[in-house]
C-alpha cells in the first residue's frame, strides 16, 4: 500500500504559477504510476497529468498541455505538479493518485490510493 499527502495549494491570481507536491509513504514508490486530478464544485473529477513509473513519459489533456508539468523524484517518494499561466477555470481541489501498473490511466476509477486533496483557488 501507499499513502498520499498533497500540499502546495493555495490563492494566485490569473497568470501566476504554483507547485502542487505529493509525498508517498509505503513501499515502493517507483512501482507506481501517478496522476492529478482536479475536481469543481459540482463537477466530475478530472484528470489532468500523468507520469510513469521511471518518470520517463508523461500525460495531459489538452486543457492544461503547455501550462502544467508533472515530474517525480522517486528517490524522495514525491510527485509534483507544476501550473503555470493558471486560470479562474483551474479552480479545483487537486488529488494526486496512484496505481500500481506500468502504463498511466486517465480515469480515476482506475487508481486504488489517494491523497486527502488541497486547494487551488485562481482569481481573476
Known amino acids: 500500500q501507499v499513502q498520499l499527502v498533497e500540499s502546495g495549494g493555495g490563492l494566485v491570481q490569473a497568470g501566476g504559477s504554483l507547485r502542487l507536491s505529493c509525498a508517498a509513504s509505503?513501499?515502493?514508490?517507483?512501482?507506481?504510476?501517478m496522476g492529478w486530478f482536479r475536481q469543481a464544485p459540482g463537477k466530475e473529477r478530472e484528470f489532468v497529468a500523468g507520469?510513469?513509473?521511471?518518470?520517463?513519459?508523461?500525460y495531459y489533456p489538452d486543457s492544461v498541455k503547455g501550462r502544467f508539468t508533472i515530474s517525480r523524484d522517486n528517490a524522495k517518494n514525491t510527485v509534483y505538479l507544476q501550473m503555470n499561466s493558471l486560470k479562474p477555470e483551474d479552480t479545483a481541489v487537486y488529488y494526486c493518485?496512484?496505481?500500481?501498473?506500468?502504463?498511466?490511466?486517465?480515469?480515476?476509477?482506475?487508481?486504488?490510493?489517494w491523497g486527502q486533496g488541497t486547494q487551488v483557488t485562481v482569481s481573476s
Open positions: 509505503g513501499r515502493a514508490f517507483s512501482n507506481y504510476a
Open positions: 493518485a496512484a496505481e500500481r501498473t506500468f502504463s498511466v490511466p486517465s480515469m480515476s476509477s482506475q487508481y486504488d490510493y
Open positions: 507520469i510513469t513509473r521511471s518518470g520517463g513519459s508523461t
